[in-house]
T-cell receptor, first 114, second 111 residues
């Protein structure tokens, strides 16, 4: 059972380049999330999808877009990368919603924007 | 004021001792509280959740919640070197769809 799978694990971009981070879960969870983790800032929610077909902004959505492609997949797109987006990105899922639910995290993507 | 505050540490304890990790939160009506453990270079994993005042025990871990003081703690008894990690406190505000995470406390258990 793979759980939550993120790709790629590492990525280096130049300022202005675009890229998509992929996330898939095989646990039949309804809700999926994208977080970023920065030193001294903790984990911050970028976007989430409470269920297939819906997406909502989190704490730090600027500069990002998301797509909930189907129940399994939730992608995060950086249209024009900036150095401030250098971070570790985690995808997560939960069975129904974040209330009282355990989050299952992927292994993370280390992104550097030069 | 941050939603969730933790002492970043590092906190060092000898093997076999009790490690005490603390967390305060700003939203008085928060309902759900979680402790996640994150090993270096790995993703967070849930180790404890607590929803009502008092203590909740699970093996060597005890979570303590005091809503009047807006304070959550995690005690690790008989600390082992394998407990060395960063511990993240997370709080769910009433009506929110977002867990607010603290910055984490780095714990080192010295053999």
């Amino acid at each position: 059972n793979a759980g939550v799978t993120q790709t790629p694990k590492f990525q280096v971009l130049k300022t202005g380049q675009s890229m998509t981070l992929q996330c898939a879960q095989d646990m039949n969870h309804n809700s999926m999330y994208w977080y970023r983790q920065d030193p001294g800032m903790g984990l911050r929610l970028i976007y989430y999808s409470a269920s297939e077909g819906t997406t909502d902004k989190g704490e730090v959505p600027n500069g990002y877009n998301v797509s909930r492609l189907n129940k399994r997949e939730f992608s995060l797109r950086l249209e024009s990368a900036a150095p401030s987006q250098t971070s570790v990105y985690f995808c997560a899922s939960s069975p129904r919603g974040v209330q009282s639910e355990k989050l299952f995290f992927g292994s993370g993507t280390q992104l550097s924007v030069l | 004021q941050k939603e969730v505050e933790q002492n970043s540490g590092p906190l060092s304890v000898p093997e076999g001792a009790i490690a005490s990790l603390n967390c305060t939160y700003s939203d008085r009506v928060s309902q759900s509280f979680f402790w996640y453990r994150q090993y270096s270079g790995k993703s967070p994993e849930l180790i404890m959740s607590i929803y009502s005042n008092g203590d909740k025990e699970d093996g060597r871990f005890t979570a303590q919640l005091n809503k009047a003081s807006q304070y959550v703690s995690l005690l690790i008894r008989d600390s082992q070197p394998s407990d060395s990690a960063t511990y993240l406190c997370a709080v769910l505000q009433t009506g929110a769809n977002n867990l607010f995470f603290g910055t984490g406390t780095r714990l080192t258990v010295i053999p």
